[in-house]
């Protein structure tokens, strides 16, 4: 038998030249306008590298000549700029309950909104096919407005950004059975594509909060977090050496399908995993119903909403909000000892009730796992999916590349 080879990453010169170029707007975006020397001295990069590689984003309209550093007797050195507020991108984050979509430029800055709701819609069912498909039709529709919204702003739209409660299959943008939406398997896409030529970027919800909050959120400076996500379902977004760290089969992070108790091995998880299967909003509606919690009719029930109730001190969203909290504490336990990120971030679902979630998880996990992880809460609450799938449809057009550390 032949040995195994391996062969070893290397950093070609293109990967090379992404990472110049994102040092350099990242010192223009934390400083503001600087001369090319100036450049130099802020990212340790040569006069020659500086002068290519800046032409190249002064072509591609990433930045902008902006007067000159006042001369003390030789020629006036040229004042170079970052231009992100004039490009904007069209992010889309679909949920159970409705698709919010934003216009957001280069700096992350929200330039617009445009939400729909499926509140009127019936429950959604597994579909044969997909096409049919009222919250299909509203999320494609809602990409239209978006980019009719920035023709009329006169700001160029030049990129697509969708974020999916799901797994997502790169390069193809597929996406995988979509329990929450009642869509099967199929390329998502290709569904858009057919709506726009702009580059599109689909990705997982908890991938996309990890990102934008590694990059402009609670985590920025770390190159390693795990991001945990409790609306509809529950994710996880993990970001390992500063990128995300998908798996060999784009499935990692998906905790709602950690087995939680023994009893789980003799039960079959084919839509719902063992831990979404009891603190997902599916299971939640049913448990609080069963113990005699009002919920209305055709209302899906999140842990937000229990965590709230509880807060106020109804007695049996109390009692529900600490199961809540003994699973999600199992789950962080598992990530932080099987990844040591340096941060968890509890985005949507948790991080509005910090002052109740920490203490309580810390609580739980003390004496229990080697290390208790720091965490934080997610710095845009309600945003941070958006922002983190427009940072990614963002990169994908100016051609960056951040590295860890």
């Not at 020397?37 to 930045?63: C, F, K, M, W």
């Not at 190159?223 to 760290?245: K, P, T, Y």
Request: hydrophobic fraction near 45%; include cysteine; charged fraction near 20%.
């Amino acid at each position: 038998m032949r040995p195994a080879t391996y062969k070893a990453s290397t950093a070609t010169s293109n990967t090379v030249s992404r990472v110049n170029r994102t040092a350099i707007i990242e010192a223009l975006r934390e400083q503001g306008p600087l001369s090319r020397q100036q450049i130099g001295v802020a990212t340790g990069l040569s006069p020659a590298t500086v002068n290519r590689l800046t032409a190249n984003l002064i072509d591609e309209g990433l930045v902008a000549r902006q007067g000159h550093v006042p001369s003390t007797g030789g020629r006036p050195s040229v004042l170079l700029s970052y231009t992100g507020a004039s490009q904007l991108v069209a992010c889309i984050q679909v949920r159970a309950d409705c698709a919010r979509g934003a216009l957001i430029d280069f700096d992350s800055r929200f330039v617009h909104r445009i939400n729909v709701d499926f509140d009127d819609l019936p429950p959604a069912e597994s579909h044969s096919s997909v096409e049919a498909d009222e919250r299909l039709s509203r999320t494609l529709k809602l990409l239209d407005d978006l980019l009719e919204s920035a023709r009329s702003l006169a700001t160029p739209c030049v990129s697509v950004g969708i974020s999916v409660p799901g797994v997502v299959r790169h390069p193809d943008g597929r996406v995988a059975h979509l329990p929450e939406l009642g869509w099967p398997e199929f390329p998502l896409k290709e569904f858009f594509a057919a709506r726009t030529n702009l580059p599109i970027v689909i990705e997982n919800d908890a991938n996309a909060l990890a990102l934008g909050e590694m990059q402009h959120g609670a985590g920025r400076g770390a190159s390693s977090l795990v991001a945990v996500h409790l609306e509809n379902g529950l994710g996880a977004g993990i970001i390992s050496n500063g990128r995300i760290h998908h798996g060999s089969r784009f499935e990692a992070g998906e905790i709602g399908y950690l087995l939680m108790e023994p009893s789980s091995l003799e039960k079959s998880y084919s839509v719902l995993g063992d831990l979404e299967d009891r603190v997902g909003s599916v299971a939640l509606t049913r448990k609080a119903r069963s113990r005699g919690l009002t919920v209305p009719d055709g209302h899906l029930l999140m842990a937000d909403e229990i965590l709230t109730r509880a807060a106020r001190g109804e007695a049996v969203a109390v009692d529900m909000a600490s199961e809540i909290l003994d699973m999600v504490a199992i789950a962080i336990g598992a990530m932080s000892i099987i990844l040591d990120p340096e941060v968890i971030v509890l985005g949507s679902g948790l991080a509005s009730h910090v002052d109740m979630v920490i203490p309580a998880i810390e609580e739980r996990l003390t004496g229990r796992i080697i290390r208790v992880p720091h965490m934080e809460p997610a710095a845009f609450v309600d945003d941070g999916v958006l922002v983190g799938i427009a940072e990614l449809a963002a990169l994908d057009v100016r051609g960056f590349t951040y590295v860890a550390g």
